[in-house]
């Protein structure tokens, strides 16, 4: 079982940065393509950025292109994700997510296992 727990989340300025951290307390992730979504009020979940398993391919949203890096240290069972620049509009809960398969990887319903999120809040 795949037990994810995010943590890093706050509020922070337009134009700082952020970084939160995605951790698993079961299974080990190393096989696993990690995925950060998120969701702001009113809003659907949508893809943020994900990372396959070895680190070696990464997608991103435009929305956030050039702003966040997705990154991943299997040693210690943790994905990252560095928030540079942010702006009011990055205001949601931010989770992540788990796929063993990893063929689709921006597809949210190719996620098997999602933590319970952490709030980030970009204050204009």
């Known amino acids: 079982q795949v037990q994810l727990v995010e943590s890093g989340g706050g509020l922070v300025q337009a134009g700082g940065s952020l970084t939160i951290s995605c951790a698993s307390s079961?299974?080990?992730?190393?096989?696993?393509?990690m995925g950060w979504f998120r969701q702001a009020p009113g809003k659907e979940r949508e893809f943020v950025a994900a990372?396959?398993?070895?680190?070696?391919?990464?997608y991103y949203a435009d929305s956030v292109k050039g702003r966040f890096t997705i990154s991943r240290d299997n040693a210690k069972n943790t994905v990252y994700l560095q928030m540079n620049s942010l702006k009011p509009e990055d205001t949601a809960v931010y989770y992540c997510?788990?796929?063993?398969?990893?063929?689709?990887?921006?597809?949210?319903?190719?996620?098997?296992?999602w933590g319970q999120g952490t709030q980030v809040t970009v204050s204009s």
């Open positions: 079961g299974r080990t992730l190393s096989a696993y393509t």
């Open positions: 997510a788990a796929d063993l398969l990893g063929t689709r990887m921006t597809h949210r319903a190719e996620y098997e296992y």
């Open positions: 990372i396959r398993w070895n680190g070696g391919i990464t």
